[in-house]
């Protein structure tokens, strides 16, 4: 669970995150990116590492692409843990609408925000979901719905020299329209269509704007 300490009048907001790993990487060549390794590590197990470590109430990792190569290149441990679920998205070839509309409808009905993750960024800082999560609940004491009402910003994004990147972070008011997403439309037709709920934070490392999409970008690590 979260550290924030609970009062009568304040309900502890519930986090979850979608962790996208079905993509097809038609970009790097014949292989998986995320089964490709960085220092001894695949690539999808580092970038998963800082959200094992988070303190997050639930983690959902969608696959598709070579599912059953994806799942045996996790960390056996996590298999055990009790608030993760892997979820496969049978139509990943449709794109990644699909993968997050299959992540949304698998988190628990008590989730009050969402952090929206890619499989390929293997350096995202952990302290980046923190300033996120801060960012959405700073100026209300109430739980995300509620906040909702009030006019207080849904959508967190984090920015680097103005330039924005990943995660992103939704309020649970936005999950119906990311449930809704087919094809390859993405959430950012989501931050498009609700602009004035966007709050912009801005980070000092550039791992949040760099994903692996090709061989080159391996090497560079």
């Known amino acids: 669970m979260l550290e924030e300490s609970a009062t009568p009048q304040q309900s502890i907001p519930t986090i979850a995150a979608i962790f ?55 960390p056996p441990h996590i298999h055990e843990l009790p608030n993760l679920k892997i979820v496969e998205n049978k139509a990943y070839s449709q794109g990644m609408g699909s993968s997050l509309a299959a992540g949304i409808s698998a988190l628990s009905n008590t ?18 979901f923190k300033h996120l999560r801060e960012a959405l609940y700073s100026t209300s004491s109430t739980r995300t719905g509620e906040a909702a009402r009030e006019n207080q910003p849904t959508i ?8 924005r990147g990943h ?23 989501i931050i498009e269509q609700n602009n004035s709920a966007l709050k912009l934070v801005e980070l000092s490392s550039i791992s949040i704007l760099r994903d692996i999409d090709t061989i080159g970008d391996l090497e560079d690590h």
Not at 111 to 128: E, F, K, Q, T, V
Not at 167 to 189: N, T, Y
């Open 156 to 163: 967190i994004a984090p920015t680097h020299k103005g330039q």
């Open 111 to 128: 989730i009050d925000a969402c952090y929206i993750c890619l499989a390929d960024m293997p350096d995202i800082p952990p302290g980046s």
């Open 20 to 74: 996208l790993a079905a993509g097809q990487s038609r970009r790097f060549g014949k292989a998986n990116k995320l089964l490709s390794k960085i220092e001894g590590r695949p690539l999808i197990e580092r970038s998963l590492t800082p959200l094992l470590n988070g303190g997050l109430d639930e983690i959902i990792i969608v696959t598709g692409h070579e599912s059953q190569a994806i799942k045996a290149a996790l």
């Open 167 to 189: 995660p992103v972070l939704f309020a649970s008011c936005h999950f119906p329209a990311l449930k809704a997403l087919s094809g390859d439309r993405g959430a950012k037709e």
